[in-house]
């Protein structure tokens, strides 16, 4: 059975960080790309970052540039997503999700809360 569990999700100050963590099981870690998404209060779900399967490509949204990090763990099946300089503009549900480059899986995980909020 496929997993993906997000955590790490709370509330925050405007400046602080968070680091979120997204637990796979059952399916092939390592040979999936990962991304994380996310979808704020009333907008659409909106990309946030990427990597390769190998960990060795990165991307991320002008949003986020800067400020945010992902990573990708093979051995522990781990994707984590290191958020530093939190905006209120931040606060969403966090998503992870892993694909496979040629376009043929797809799996997403159920989402963590962040809130930024003095």
């Known amino acids: 059975q496929v997993q993906l569990v997000e955590s790490g999700g709370g509330l925050v100050q405007p400046g602080g960080s968070l680091r979120l963590s997204c637990v796979t099981s059952?399916?092939?870690?390592?040979?999936?790309?990962m991304k994380w998404y996310r979808q704020g209060p009333g907008k659409e779900r909106e990309f946030v970052a990427a990597?390769?399967?190998?960990?060795?490509?990165?991307k991320y949204s002008d949003a986020v540039k800067g400020r945010f990090t992902i990573s990708k763990d093979n051995y522990k099946r781990t994707l984590s997503l290191q958020m530093n300089s939190l905006k209120s503009d931040d606060t969403a549900v966090y998503y992870c999700?892993?694909?496979?480059?040629?376009?043929?899986?797809?799996?997403w995980g159920q989402g963590t809360q962040v809130t930024v909020s003095s």
């Open positions: 999700m892993a694909f496979r480059a040629d376009g043929s899986r797809e799996y």
């Open positions: 059952g399916f092939n870690f390592s040979w999936f790309g």
């Open positions: 990597v390769t399967s190998d960990g060795g490509v990165k």
